[in-house]
């Protein structure tokens, strides 16, 4: 049964944390690379954040320092810490591997960040 259950979203003020939670299936976890993605209202779905099986992490450039992603392999569980949260993180975020998603998508967790 394939699972990407996301939770851990909120409202949160500008400057404020979130850490958001990835529970996925062990055979999308064992394709390799996974990531976190967020989509805000009309825009495209984009990449942030990533995680190799060797805990290798890459970020995109406008996150770095902000955004940290990590992983409990033990757990099937992929995590994204969030500090300095600005009103252009509201989205709501996905995870799903990286940098090619598969065709699995959980139902998201939603971000919203009140100026």
């Known amino acids: 049964q394939v699972q990407l259950v996301e939770s851990g979203g909120g409202l949160v003020q500008a400057g404020g944390s979130l850490r958001l939670s990835c529970v996925a299936s062990?055979?999308?976890?064992?394709?390799?690379?996974m990531g976190w993605y967020r989509q805000a209202p009309g825009r495209e779905r984009e990449l942030v954040a990533s995680?190799?099986?060797?805990?290798?992490?890459d970020y995109a450039d406008s996150l770095k320092g902000r955004f940290t992603i990590s992983t409990d392999n033990a757990k099937n569980t992929v995590y994204l810490q969030m500090d300095s949260l600005k009103p252009e993180d509201t989205a709501t975020y996905y995870c799903?591997?990286?940098?090619?998603?598969?065709?699995?998508w959980g139902q998201g967790t939603q971000v919203t960040v009140a100026s």
């Open positions: 062990r055979f999308i976890i064992n394709i390799g690379i």
């Open positions: 799903n591997t990286a940098p090619r998603a598969t065709q699995y």
């Open positions: 995680i190799t099986r060797g805990s290798s992490s």
